[in-house]
């Protein structure tokens, strides 16, 4: 990449507009070599180091199959770049080796996702720094880190397998406004919207800093005002965001929630989330759980952990690092009901900064986070160096949302972190169906390992293994490398062996499932989401079977467009993954297509067994069952209950 000249003018309008026209063009889906099977010698149930990142995992997302990107806020990293420290990498998962990339400005608490393209993006940040994190003299370059502000900056980048590709960071492109802790979210378009954030930083928000807007890339205008940010201060930094089936988005922040029609600018505000504010600094697990046809494609979000502080207690004038946090978990299901659900079920240990990862079994991990205080660093008395968190938590959790109310979560055969991973750690989801940590800095600068810091700055790299992992994996053949929203089905051919045991008890088990992995940082995925294909089953007397997979459901605001990964799991054994492009590959109005209907399950009658395999697939499978998925019934579900809603 070629850092702009220090001395360069104002970029010009049409410069502005060719770089942008250069993000909507189409990026195909590269399947890439699938292995049949995992490569890395992994031990299921455990976590395991396996490299560096060069870098502390503030923010990673998965560019590629075998890539993850790695982003860290400007400090002095012992890898560099360009003639200074790199504050970004891209990491091979099958070398374990990393490559500094140069970003030119601070990339400190931005925000990311992917456009309907593939392009990734990356938003926001905070001032250059010098050591320590203390404000630079130069706002344009120079050193000891050569960083620009990167307050407004928007950062893209188009993953590679070569490492030919680099991060475009254009002052050209950049916001009109500042944003620190912004959210991002994909739309039904592939594009992205841009939500809240601040202006200068600082532990918590501030009404003489705060950005309660909301904007689009690619731009559609000026930043429009959104009242929830306005009052919910001082706890509404990164505020949890997610498109729902019906096309509005719900938001949670603070205290309160509500669900926002961004196409009409109108915020339908609902009641507060029991028991602990789960936004950053709280910074509680939260994810959008499996959309499956068994649920008609209904999403339910769940948050877990957190802090139960109120507005007036985000101080620094006592112990934070030593409050206890919050063990709760809620649900909500915005589209149907605006109530808040109890799990019934509590967390093991109280935890902030856990991070959900949706796995291809359709059961969530949890991992991360510290059993006292929340995310955030200073330079208070109380703080434990610099951290405003203590007592990391190590013991992995699973969460089945398919198993009853009370016995959804367990650690039985799910390891310990090797290392703590607290404030500016993250985790993604690979293709092998495995989980990449990394990070936890909670510094204003690097601190070595070796430096007796209590909590020093982590770029060790590891895995967690499932307990699948280790277990032979179905391998289907001639998967697609893209899907349609509706149109024809397709076939998946499964061979005795791909059933990995007998036909009458792991056939009817046999789904398709594409997820989409996220931009992760501060306990959050942005856009993590899990969607299974209808699909129906044919058995045949030899022992191979047949899978009749529809396409995705005829709603883009199910799994908005753009790259994922795609399992076929039998009796909860994922393939490996195969990347694949979700719509047209461009940013724009998706194509819809009616559904093609499937043939219903048939088992031969050679292959019927008695056994006691439960794990259905959950698919609608007799031909005739269908499931309105179109926009317009979706919209209608989410507007039941919002009538008596106060609406802004």
């Known amino acids: 990449m070629t850092r702009p000249s220090r001395r360069s003018s104002t970029p010009k309008i049409a410069k502005k507009a060719a770089v942008a026209a250069a993000t909507v063009a189409s990026l195909a889906a590269v399947p890439g070599v699938r292995a049949a099977q995992p490569t890395y010698p992994g031990t299921a149930g455990q976590f395991t180091l396996v490299g560096d990142a060069g870098v502390s995992a503030q923010q990673i997302f998965l560019g590629t ?58 938003v926001g940040g905070n001032q ?42 254009d002052p050209a492109l950049y916001m009109t406004t500042r944003r620190w802790y912004p959210t991002l979210e994909t739309l039904e378009d592939g594009s992205i919207i841009i939500i809240g954030g601040n202006q200068w930083g600082g532990f918590v928000n501030s009404a003489g800093q705060n950005n309660p807007t909301y904007e689009f890339f690619p731009s559609r205008g000026a930043p429009i005002g959104l009242n929830l940010l306005n009052d919910t201060l001082p706890a509404n930094l990164f505020p949890l965001t997610f498109l729902l089936p019906s096309g509005n988005l719900f938001i949670q922040t603070n205290w309160d929630a509500e669900i926002f029609d961004y196409k009409k600018n109108v915020e339908y505000r609902i009641g507060e989330i029991p028991h602990s504010v789960r936004t950053y600094p709280g910074s509680a697990a939260n994810v959008m759980l499996p959309l499956t046809p068994a649920n008609g494609y209904t999403a339910t979000i769940i948050f877990c952990g957190g802090t139960n502080l109120q507005p007036d207690q985000w101080t620094t004038n006592w112990a934070i690092a030593a409050y206890p946090a919050d063990d709760t978990c809620v649900k909500i ?140 994996r179905p391998d289907p053949q001639n998967l697609p490398s893209q899907l349609s929203y509706g149109g024809p089905s397709w076939t998946i051919s499964l061979t005795a062996a791909d059933l990995l045991g007998p036909m009458g008890d792991n056939l009817p088990t046999a789904k398709v499932v594409v997820i989409r992995t996220g931009f992760s940082t501060h306990a959050f995925n942005m856009g993590q989401r899990y969607v299974q294909l209808n699909s129906t089953y044919v058995g045949n007397d030899d022992g191979t079977a047949t899978l009749h997979v529809q396409q995705l459901p005829p709603n883009p605001a199910i799994l908005p467009p753009g790259p994922a990964v795609m399992y076929v799991v039998v009796n909860g054994v994922p393939s490996m993954g195969q990347w694949v492009m979700c719509g047209s590959g461009q940013i724009g109005t998706q194509t819809v297509n009616p559904v093609t209907d499937l043939p219903a399950n048939f088992m031969p009658a050679s292959q019927q067994t008695t056994g006691n395999n439960n794990n259905n697939n959950g698919n609608k499978s007799a031909a005739g069952k269908k499931v309105d998925l179109s926009m317009g019934a979706m919209a209608i579900f989410g507007l039941v209950g919002l009538v008596a809603a106060q609406l802004f």
Not at 150 to 157: E, H, N
Request: with cysteine; hydrophobic share 30%.
């Open 65 to 122: 199959p075998n890539k993850v990107y790695v982003i860290d806020k400007t400090e002095n990293n012992p890898v560099s770049v360009a003639g200074h420290p790199a504050w970004a990498t891209e990491y091979d998962v099958n070398t374990n080796q990393n490559r500094p990339m140069d970003v030119i400005s601070n990339t400190f608490c931005a925000g990311g996702a992917v456009l309907g393209n593939g392009t990734w993006l990356n």
């Open 128 to 169: 250059a720094v010098t050591w320590g994190g203390n404000t630079a003299a130069s706002q344009t370059g120079g050193g000891p880190y050569d960083d620009w502000d990167g307050g407004k900056s928007i950062r893209l980048l188009n993953p590679c397998d070569d490492q030919s590709c680099n991060w475009i960071d």
């Open 333 to 472: 299901t915005p589209d149907v009901s605006q109530d808040w659900i109890d799990e019934g079920e509590t967390l093991p240990d109280g935890r902030s900064m856990g991070q959900f990862i949706l796995l291809p079994d359709e059961t969530l991990f949890l991992t991360n986070g510290a059993n006292t205080g929340t995310a955030g660093y200073g330079n208070n008395t109380w703080a434990i160096g610099h951290s405003y968190a203590d007592n990391p938590l190590m013991q992995g959790l699973i969460y089945d949302p398919n198993k009853p109310a009370g016995s959804r979560m367990s650690t039985t055969n799910v390891g310990k972190l090797q290392e703590e991973r607290m404030y500016h750690s993250s985790a993604v989801l690979l293709p092998d169906g495995s989980v990449w940590i990394s990070g936890s800095n909670p510094n204003p600068d690097y601190v070595a390992p070796n430096s007796g810091a209590r909590y020093p700055t982590r770029t060790s790299a590891e895995r967690y293994f499932p307990w699948y992992y280790d277990k032979t």
